[in-house]
């Protein structure tokens, strides 16, 4: 289907002699020469870089370097293959994604379709660089939108009582499309641990309120009664706990006593919108580095 | 010592023919008819005027009218000895307010100066327009700045041992200062329901987090440890509960993953001293309303 | 086809007793007084109110109020023809709107689709209460959206050189539709004063810059150029002034260094969005007041 | 001075080993890895490093590392000189700077204090790493609090008339006292070219207002005359083009119809505060880089 999107088609034009390296390692002198010359002798430019060193005593080096050179699709294994040796001298964790090929992100939605909506118009427009090869949803709202994208879209009913039943279609689906990442687009339904560890830091949820403030059901009820002054979204990965996963990205907006809890839910789907959006977009850009239930975002 | 405050008296002398009117009643028809016939048949002008009503079917209804009338001061007990039927009428909740007679502020403060200071340059500038009859501390590093401006200092060293001796102390210069409001700039002392309970709604705190997240102490280490990706400042009046009262004003900084736990307090002192004044700002304009432990700033 | 949207259908059955009072004129004592009472003596009560008085010598004095009562629609032409004395009295520039009423709003769209898509899913929604009897566009693109909300799309291709062609027909069918407000969601041809003045303060654009920096075409370039560190969105009433008209909002988002004229563009979408959906929503809810070339947002 | 300044002392016995080096080059492959392999073989590990190569087809690159050696200030005399060779191959301008060293700030100030008192009050907690030798003023009103902190505090009145007088005395000091950077923290008078010449890229102003928008005098009255409903501020390098030079750092704050011009002044020195105290604080780090009438902030 991203044949259609023409603005993805030509982003991979554009990028096709583009890569990604990933690493994290335990610091210590010499990592980015040898990563630099290892490019340098490859034929690589390196394009975009960004690192941190976390401020312990041993501290962890996390690096991700965009990276250039001619006919890189050629130059792939090679690539690959030389790395290992300098990844096991660091003792490096390490990952070369190649810009040609398009991840494949799934999305769940439930009743609401804000953030589902203004995840398929940023894709559509090229923003959001994957493929999206289904949708799936417990209701029938959002078939309309997604297949006007030409979005096939898969509609499995749920609730509590046939959890597993409903989880096991979907793993099925997941791994037929073969998704590299899940996206929760304020998809209701909550996810059994077999699910989760299935996919480690690769479900993105955005969950409506400003963690770790008012986790669970009916955060804007509770927003109302404890009279905050701002409410906001939160974009984080799932995991095990309930809300309580490493967060990708916040915001907030301002409310006062005029606003109802219905105000409260308004005012928050335009910024669960634009939160969602944006840890979606760096999590394709591969920005996002899962470090003691924190991100790092290069 | 407020007479050294030249920006306050310039206030008063452009201010000293205003007024303001605060009621709270059950919500029916003919209040503001009521009200505004009052001030025009009592020669007064209506200079600003601000109302809500909650949406309940029994609404409650709340009002906040600036009027003016020349040489108000000389109708100052009139008016007042005459709304009481008017009030009684409505079942009233009220208090009127003249502008030349200037609120009574007392400032807490422990070792952190940051919000201390900008409240006094604040006040020095008339945006505050109160009284600030002396300051209270359980350190000595507020001295110099405090006595700078011409505020007497005293110095309370406390501990939770000697807690209800400390507070009778303080009670007493209240009572003897005659103290309408009391400002919690960082004053790290938990302070007693019986301190608490003779102040309601008189004494606000800036707590160094964004409530209802990281309620008690060392908010910024456990903002660190969530890895969240904004943090925050309320201020709220203090309550028996803590951090549990009702919320005037919040705000929040962004943070990310280059920032320590030092950073984060650095940041957060930017956004508490702006919260605090704020807050500060509008009680002393008679803005802030509280109802079912939250507020209504009009 | 406002009978096809639910939520407006919702909202009128919930508001019909409800109507709106605007009104503007030299302040003096008296004002609130003689309305309220007016109001009282009409069997209605006040739902909202909020006035503002300019601060010169002979102060405007401007109010919106929202009041209620049963039956409201029976008494409605009463109310009007009762006010006219009193606002004679006062030389009131008034007038009363009654919200089982909608007003007709017509859109203007070229080729960016995104301000449109943003008015209509808020319309949808309910959020934007209003008839959209058609919307015009001097391309095809928008077709397909618009007659998907079940709204008459028209395609008046433009130019420089047939301006006043073009402008004939939409100016019939602004007049045939019986058209209150117009809203050039990035409509990118320019309005001739003919059309302007046809309809003071009813023509609200979305430039997309930070006004007054930035008036004109491309302003993402020359933003950019200027190396400024935020870019924004303005929403204003159009007047024979390019760009000069009464700011109504705005709004500002960051960018930096790394941020190509595109990515300002594609920045600069999400902010025209929301600036130009608050700035409607204002104006809908006639909070919006035209003074001095500026806006008074009640 | 700054023996007295125990933060900052604090800071440099942290960070004696600490070293930064600035690189803009044609882009080529290979200059990272070169310069990387240069650190490690010179015994220096990278604690922090940024980049950025401008997107034209002979693209620019930058670079900013902030490396650390064991007994830095032993090699630093070394370092310099061998990184020569490697900055001629790849014709390269740069610099390096030892964080053992402090860089020595001006600060000019006129009436207002605001903007001299945040940064006195960020110096004095460490947040400002630099030596700050004196600070020349137009105007008394400065001199108490300056001297306040063991700031030597020098008095020069000035006038259009006098300039070029008055430019030759604070030239004079500025030498005198080895000065680095100039900031003019609201200092109102306008510099000639001869004097700005002679400090390019080292004059950073703060302009009461959100350039381009407002450039010159009275930013605040035209402000509210054009009723933008954001104000700003803005820090620049200062050129021979009033208001014209390369933006810093920009910020707004929300304004409304009820702001009067001295209430935009008002909420306009928060904003300033801030705004400058940022844009000095990065170029003290050497993380401002002037390109093209524009800044990279790395």
Redesign the interface.
């Given at each position: 289907m991203t044949t259609t999107n023409q603005q993805i088609q030509h982003y991979l034009t554009k990028n096709e002699d583009k890569a990604r390296l990933l690493v994290s390692c335990p610091?210590?002198?010499?990592?980015?020469?040898s990563i630099?010359?290892f490019?340098?002798e490859h034929?690589?430019?390196?394009?975009?870089?960004?690192?941190?060193?976390t401020?312990h005593e041993e501290g962890t080096f996390f690096l991700r370097i965009v990276f250039a050179s001619e006919n890189m699709k050629s130059k792939e294994e090679t690539m690959k293959a030389d790395f290992y040796a300098l990844a096991d001298q660091f003792e490096m964790t390490w990952r070369m994604t190649f810009l040609h090929e398009l991840k494949r992100t799934a999305i769940f939605v439930s009743k609401e379709l804000?953030c589902l909506?203004e995840l398929l118009?940023e894709w559509e427009?090229g923003?959001l660089v994957t493929d999206i090869p289904l949708v799936i949803s417990n209701h029938e709202s959002a078939r309309e939108i997604v297949e006007s994208f030409g979005i096939p879209f898969y509609y499995i009913p749920a609730n509590k009582e046939i959890r597993e039943e409903v989880e096991e279609k979907q793993l099925d689906l997941l791994e037929e499309y073969n998704i590299d990442l899940i996206i929760l687009a304020r998809y209701m339904q909550i996810l059994t641990p077999k699910f989760v560890d299935s996919h480690p830091s690769k479900i993105i949820n955005i969950h409506h309120s400003?963690?770790?403030?008012?986790i669970g059901a009916n955060p804007h009820k509770r927003a109302y009664?404890?009279?905050?002054?701002?409410i906001?979204a939160t974009s984080h990965y799932v995991t095990d706990d309930l809300d309580e996963g490493?967060?990708i990205?916040?915001?907030?907006i301002r409310v006062?006593?005029?606003n109802?809890v219905n105000d409260l839910k308004?005012k928050g789907r335009?910024i669960e919108r634009?939160v969602l959006n944006r840890a979606v977009k760096w999590a394709l850009e591969d920005r996002v580095i899962v470090h003691?239930?924190?991100?790092?975002?290069l």
């Open positions: 610091d210590k002198p010499g990592i980015v020469s630099s010359t490019l340098y034929g690589a430019n390196i394009v975009e870089s960004n690192q941190f060193t401020d804000h909506r118009y427009s923003d400003f963690l770790p403030a008012f009664k404890r009279g905050v002054k701002l906001g490493p967060i990205e916040q915001d907030v006062d006593h005029r109802s308004k335009l634009s003691k239930n924190k991100t790092i975002v």
